[in-house]
């Protein structure tokens, strides 16, 4: 069977070939992003909620993180730049998702293991066309040594797309940098981290993982067949990142992104979707209501024999006052004392 490919290239899209069983339908118009008929992440709804609030504190944790912001008294309101490594001004850089808080922590949970997505770590101080081919995996991270197991090597940018409107201009605004910096002229660079701070390897791996899938697609669009659409994948990533990070400290990563059969596919959500169903009704079929038809009534005529033993309690106790044992008479007797 041929294998299937997403509609269009984006990390819903490409996720949710590849992970089905993590996506639904979108609720509300809030949750799209693209079509309105394309799945999104389980956990889409809780994202949406925080994302605002989250925004500030995750640049304030990238500046810190990276020493942005610990600048010598004469590059007052400057940004480091890892792109040029140089004093900026703060407009020039914006902060920047490697992994995309689109996807959620659930996804991120599946794929690379429990951790935040709006820490620092997640994260790069980066000029708005560099944030762009980014985001459009034009352009990813590497490692500068494959061979290297430190927590603090080195990374380089590596250009997939040079025709991605995002790097086919300066990467700072027009007459304000002498040197006027393309985006392709990055390729090959080394990022210049202040410390020994670094984002996670991991995420710069599935990072990179879907830009080299994107490419393979497009440079292939006649191969549908799984081993050899892998086999070039695979080889790509084995020449950037090494085999020992795609076979072994990477691997889980790696699985996610191999590629799927289309009667597969179709077969798994299927059965996910009807388990998923089945789920739900189960938990509906269990669900205690307040009231049910039988233990209404119970409440019901338990609330009337206690009114009744206080009414007849009462009711004693006035018999008693009034010298009578019933209840006509103690009626009679009242009526005529009004009247």
Excluded at 46 to 62: A, N, V
Excluded at 80 to 90: N, Q, R
Excluded at 183 to 189: C, E, Q, S
Aim: charged share 30%; hydrophobic share 35%.
């Amino acid at each position: 069977m041929s294998m299937i490919k997403p509609l269009r290239w984006s990390p819903r899209a490409l996720l949710g070939v590849q992970l089905p069983h993590l996506f639904r339908k979108p609720k509300s118009p809030q949750e799209w992003i693209g079509p309105s008929n394309e799945r999104v992440p389980l956990d889409a709804h809780e994202q949406h909620m925080y994302i605002t609030r989250l925004q500030k504190s995750f640049k304030k944790d990238i500046l810190t993180r990276y020493g942005i912001n610990q600048r010598p008294a004469e590059c007052t309101n400057k940004f480091w730049s890892i792109l040029t490594g140089e004093w900026v001004p703060e407009s020039w850089i914006h902060p920047t998702h490697i992994y995309p808080p689109a996807l959620g922590s659930m996804l991120r949970e599946e794929i690379m293991g429990p951790g935040p997505v709006w820490q620092g770590n997640n994260g790069l101080m980066l000029p708005k066309p560099i944030k762009k081919a980014l985001d459009d995996w034009a352009l990813t991270i590497v490692p500068d040594d494959v061979a290297s197991t430190s927590k603090d090597m080195d990374y380089r940018w590596k250009v997939v797309d040079p025709s991605n409107e995002g790097l086919r201009v300066q990467v700072y605004p027009k007459y304000q940098y002498a040197t006027e910096l393309m985006g392709v002229d990055i390729d090959g660079r080394l990022l210049a981290f202040r410390g020994n701070a670094r984002p996670l390897s991991a995420i710069l791996y599935f990072h990179c993982c879907c830009a080299i899938w994107k490419r393979t697609c497009l440079q292939n669009p006649d191969i549908s067949d799984v081993d050899e659409f892998s086999e070039i994948f695979l080889g790509a990533m084995k020449e950037l990142w090494g085999e020992k990070m795609v076979n072994y400290t990477h691997g889980q990563i790696t699985m996610v992104f191999k590629p799927r059969k289309e009667g597969e596919l179709r077969n798994e959500i299927t059965t996910r979707d009807s388990s998923y169903d089945m789920e739900v009704k189960q938990v509906k079929r269990e669900k205690p209501k307040k009231f049910k038809r039988e233990e209404a009534k119970k409440v019901r005529s338990d609330k009337k024999d206690k009114y009744d033993k206080y009414d007849r309690n009462d009711r004693s106790e006035r018999y008693a006052r009034n010298g009578t044992s019933d209840w006509d008479t103690f009626v009679r007797q009242a009526n005529n004392h009004m009247s």
